[in-house]
């Protein structure tokens, strides 16, 4: 056994020496296993900073009140009849002065123009009530101040302005034939409000002809169990056909289907790649027995065993591949991680979020590089194990 | 034997390398044929739009509404051929998950605006004018639905409610409509805007957009600066551009597809260039001392640096063309669920020729320095070596 083992430590160290002596063959297995973990990783870590901003969006004692099937906000109408209602309903919580802590929203789609491409985009204006701020968690203005009430003053998230031209501190912005100065900037800690244009409510309802109409209702709930209650109250009051739902359900709903598209395309691509790959360390694995196919057979002639062949052969794919998959998870790291990037989210605005990459992505982008060395060593291992002494020491 | 057997012959020498390198090549240019054609039909809004037709949207955004007073007051600027109007519906058939393209248009004017693109026979047509519950579906749809006309159908709104509370609307299928040409798009559904404006709870008197055709497109940018003049400084301002402007920055808005595409087959193709020409100069060096006796026994080299050549491109054409059939196969495996976001998903012509030319440059990139080595081999030293 023990001698078993020093065969094979002595086989592996023969193999993992020789790498130089193939370095080209080597070298190309080697990228091309690490662009395969790029391109995995790439859109993993896409998927995962899209979902982070949307879904970190979300509290469970907030609840958002939209049209029965109306599915986003920016489909959804709310009478003000129904906002009344809602104020007086079950498990909504009251600030010091008896109030309702509800904020009813107005959600409209204005241009700005991407600075990327110099194309228009749409992005969201929302009117918030007095209570809407403080509705959503960790929001602080970094510079500047929050609006006036009254006047046709605007808030700018970070991420907006970060991706969107003309939306500076101090600027003036024209949504149609009206204007409005930029008072502020505020910091959401990195959730979708980032990308947001913020007004005071009868503001954004008299300049875009929309006096008394809501879309949605924001509202802090007494604790997420109260959820429940404010649903039945909804749903037995005939004037009320809308849905309440978590915030955090609802931002769950709307960061499910762009993050599952960016994977449905990211790993079939990456499996694709992966194939491409594995020809390619087959090749070079396949070619490391052949040029070793004398040095084996004298190790068999001396009395090494077939398994320290075997094991040499597929501990220098997997080191290949390892080294693969290392480099292309530290280039997507360096290239990727952190690029600020936007997309049209579920409520058709631009959502802006960061790539971001995890140790749990990371451990696939490896595990898929293992198994393309595994596979791609273990026929041509097998074929090294099973090498005919005679045959090798003439060839 | 001729020199392609013997490129045949030399190719399949070994084997198992051979295949390994074809696999590489076929995924790569699979790779290829899927992401071109998956870019070209979610670009083909661009590449599809007339020159001379022009969208008036609200300056604000697209998805405000404008009044219905527009249609009048644009159909009377000098220039202006055809105007239609449409409006979004939001529309889903049973699930929400069934999202599907319906719009509320003005049933006369809206073929005279699209008659080069959609065809629908003067029957229907008429029917379409004269009913008001009618609606006419595109092939697309009625195909993934199994519509037919006679067919009464339930569309309902995730926007829109009826005044009398109910969610969704009732359509007779009048005709179904064709697309001109393959990369026409036919998913959506058309009804007419009267019953739609009579019907709905909110928004009465107002209208998406107006879509209008130009004389000729020389006209585009007077009749355009025109219509927006006409209505500036009122409560709904305008913004009025090419359609093929409009397409292209609402592509856009999806992020920059191009720059992944070119990165992911870029990707691709790196890795097989390394492997196969890697692989190819392997097995040409192992060939040395056969080269030498082709020169001995009078191959010029000229005729060897051919061969050479001819091996590797043979290999990748060996290896692309399937690659591109199942391109071709998964594009249309897909088509269906793709339909709304890259209409008409498939390997065209134009991306088959790209592809080939690739192989080609493969070929040509993997072999020349094998090639050029082999040429410029000499007999002693060729044959002197081990």
Known sequence: MRSLFLQVIAVTAINLKSISQRRWLSLSTVIAVALVVVVLLAFLAMANGFQRTIAGSGAQDIAIVLRAGSQAEINSTVSRDQVHLIEDGPGIARGADGKPLISPELYLVVDGLKRTTQTKANLPLRGIGDQGATLRQGIRISSGRMFNRGSNEVVVGKGLVREFAGFDLGSTVAFGATRWTVVGIFDAEGSVFESEIWADLPVVQSLFNRNNVFQTIRARLTGPAALADLKKFSDDDPRLKLDVKSEAEYFAEQASQTSDLIQKLGWPLAIAMALGALAGALNTMYSSVAARATEIATLRAIGFGGFPAFVGTLVESLALAALGGILGAAATYFIFDGVSASTLGGNFTQVVFDFKLSPALIGQGLGMALVVGLIGGLFPALRAARMPIVAGLYG | ?386
């Open chain 2, 1 to 386: 034997m001729n020199d392609f057997g013997l490129m045949r012959k030399n190719l399949f020498r070994r084997k198992v390398r051979a295949a390994l390198m074809i696999v590489s090549i076929l995924i790569a240019f699979m790779i290829f044929g899927v992401l071109a054609g998956f870019y070209r039909a979610f670009n083909s809004g661009e590449d599809r739009a007339a020159s001379d037709r022009l969208m008036t949207v609200n300056k604000i955004n697209f998805t405000q509404p404008l009044p219905i007073a527009y249609f009048n007051r644009i159909k009377a600027v000098d220039g202006v051929k055809q105007l239609t109007y449409a409006n979004w519906f939001g529309g889903y058939y049973q699930d929400p998950k069934n999202f599907m393209v319906v719009l509320a248009v003005e049933p006369e004017t809206y073929f005279d605006v699209y008659s080069r693109d959609f065809i629908l026979t003067p029957q229907e047509r008429q029917a379409f004018i004269r009913e008001r519950t009618g609606a006419v579906v595109g092939e697309a749809m009625a195909r993934k639905w199994g519509w037919k006309v006679g067919d009464r159908i339930p569309i309902a709104s995730n926007i829109f409610t009826q005044k009398n509370g109910a969610r969704s609307w009732d359509f007779n299928i009048v005709g179904i409509i064709k697309g001109a040409s393959d990369q026409i798009d036919t998913n959506f559904m058309l009804f007419q805007y009267a019953y739609f404006d009579e019907t709905r709870s909110f928004g009465k008197d107002t209208i998406g957009w107006l879509i209008l055709q130009t004389r000729s497109p020389a006209d585009n940018d007077r009749v355009a600066k025109t219509i927006d003049a006409m209505f500036a400084n009122s409560t709904a301002e305008t913004s009025t551009d090419t359609e093929k402007a409009f397409s292209k920055a609402f592509a856009a808005q999806f992020g920059n597809i191009a720059l992944i595409v070119f990165l992911v087959v870029g990707a691709a193709f790196v890795t097989i260039l390394m492997i196969v020409g890697n692989t190819m100069a392997l097995s040409i060096r192992e060939r040395t001392r056969e080269i030498g006796v082709l020169k001995t026994l009078g191959f010029s080299g000229g005729r060897i640096l051919r061969l050479v050549l001819g091996e590797s491109m043979l290999l990748a054409l060996i290896g692309g063309i399937p690659g591109l059939l199942i391109a071709a196969l998964i594009t249309a495996a897909l088509r269906n669920s793709l339909a709304n976001v890259a209409p008409a998903f498939a390997v065209t012509p134009e991306i088959a020729l790209q592809g080939i030319l690739l192989m080609l440059g493969l070929g040509l990139i993997t072999g020349i320095i094998p090639a050029l080595n082999a040429m410029r081999l000499k007999i002693a030293t060729a044959l002197g070596r081990g």
